[in-house]
């Protein structure tokens, strides 16, 4: 066992400091959506034009083809100089874009991986529904097989960045009368296709992030469902152990500054004498750094085996919760100033309402305990 | 950068769990056979790291976490780190000292046969050498006895290094502490019928043992990292021994709550094993307790 990184790691990381130093925007990224949109399309290609974007994606599709410890490096690096958020950018690629590459047919790679990392094509996900959340597998959107093509009917909802985006990853019942997870597919659906309409939803925070989406008649071409007809569960669920494991790195180096900057705020306010908010940030602290060590662990679990380990779903609820004990604490600190109140600030407030969503979305945290208890203790299936 | 076990720490963690199931088991730690300790010093496990033995405190870390699982003897600590940091290294066994101001009364856990006894302190090690002549006492950890002594000159190591290695083994200790009691909690869970089920069916049951597993990953993780620290002498290491000390004992504490309520009725008896492990993390939060102070330090 070692925590040092190889002098070519190291040099690497020298390059990704340096390069970020003088490329970070100044601007801080808009915090809505829609304003947000040519922010977030703009700094992504600037980061594929710099060889930034796809780190560890095959070079055949736009990538670096580096190993995913110099993935780790950038994300961290990323994290430490503070540059923005990628926005919408995230379900591509972080998400559509890694199920692309483990299960597209070359055709679809080939058309979609590289427009992903230019900011040029925009994703969302389509899995959840009204009737199926947690409970996944009852989704009941359908797609009926006609010539070549799939007609939709049918309703997602929770789908982030729905209205700008181009392309949707749609997980949907394409065998009548199929139950739970047989007789799914998991297909891409042009979000400019015909018969699709999109209701945004104001979260608490009082951002239109996400939206409900709506499917009447809609055409999808068989060529573009991934992995198979009647496969669609398994390809959901080849991305969801990539997630658990790697997808949140740069949201594990925030928690490390936020810590710091919590830590210097409760001692320039004075709040840190109170023993109980000090004994919070020491154990917080703690936390953090066993974080950061929990993800090396997987990382390096990752590159001796191929694949994380089991404990990455732990990585997931572990992150999800301290990340709301931190906001908690900002928050906390903030003393009576946090009654005040706008939607559309951009401050500790509307970080802590958003943080809500980390321990619903992508798996509510009940259900991380499950999988937990399941995988990792062999407990019997309660589902 | 690399915190995976190779194949020969496997090795050596696998053959430990096996020895301790045969010859130290868990469920026997109210009372320790008068020959184990013989066997624990023939095994080599009270001198992994000590000088010219080669070994790095990662692989000590490991294997002390086995050790920790089955609650094996608190002196194992003191000795490893006594033969570690002071010159000759001891034939016998070292008892393990609570700090306590100077001059005064010292705790001695697990003085039993013991030559010498050694104290931790935040900053150094101090060893005294002293027969084991004191009347013997219980603590809240079966397994462990106690004496009081008096104190007043000793052998000290003032290298820097000497009082985080023995923090390390004892969050290892821990680490192990809280593994056991997860385990013993997952394996009732799957036993155990209620309902016409077993009852780690039931999401409140299933989810109680889930927390167990996150915050034994999360200590087990951070116990790794700090060992690397360690071993590679940085600056920060003391800062990441004192969050692993922190975090294991909590898990063993937790854990060993959790575990209990797991077992329902059983669990709270003398009889059954629960009480042991919640009864060892009472002991270990005493023992090179984590430095709050220090957490909260700026990086170095």
Redesign the interface.
Known sequence: MDIGFSPEEMRFRDECRDWLQSNVPLEKRPIDAADAIGFDKAWQRRLFDAGWAGINWPTAYGGRGLSIVQQVIWLEEYAKAHAPWIGANFVGVNHGGPTLILNASEAQKSYHLTRILQGEAIWCQGFSEPGAGSDLASIKTRGRIEGDELVVNGSKIWTSFAHVADWQELVLRTEEGSQRHAGLSWAICDMHAPGITIRPIRKMSGQTEFAEVFYDDVRIPLSNVVGGLGNGWKVAMSTLSFERGTGFIAEQVRAGQEIAELIATARANGMIRDDGIADQLAQMRAEVAALRAMTYRNISEVVRTGQPGPEASVIRLFTAELGQRLERMAVLLMGEDMIDFAYGDDNAVQDYLRGFASTIAGGTAQIQRDIIGERLLGLPKSR | ??????DE?EALRTATADWCRDNMALEDARWRAPGLWAELEAMGWTGMTAPGMDL?H??EAVVFCELGRSIAPIGLLSTAAANRWFADGFAGKVALALPADEPGDMRVLDPGGSAAVLMWQADKLCLFVTPDDAPHAPTIDLSTDQCRRSWTVSVQSDNTAAPLHLQLLAAAYAVGCADAA?DMA?DY??LRQQFD??I????AL??I???M??RA???R??L??????L??G?ADAA??I???K??ADQAALDNGRANIQVHGGIGMTDEAAPHLCLKRAHLLQFIAP?D??L??K??V
């Open positions: 950068m690399d915190l995976t076990l190779n720490q790095d990662a692989t997860r997952a869970a799957k089920r077993p780690g069916w039931f999401q299933k989810h043992c889930s927390d597993a996150v990953a999360v200590a993780s951070q790794y990292y700090a060992a690397c620290a071993d590679a940085h800062f990441h004192s969050a692993a922190r975090l984590a709050a102070a957490l909260l700026d990086p």
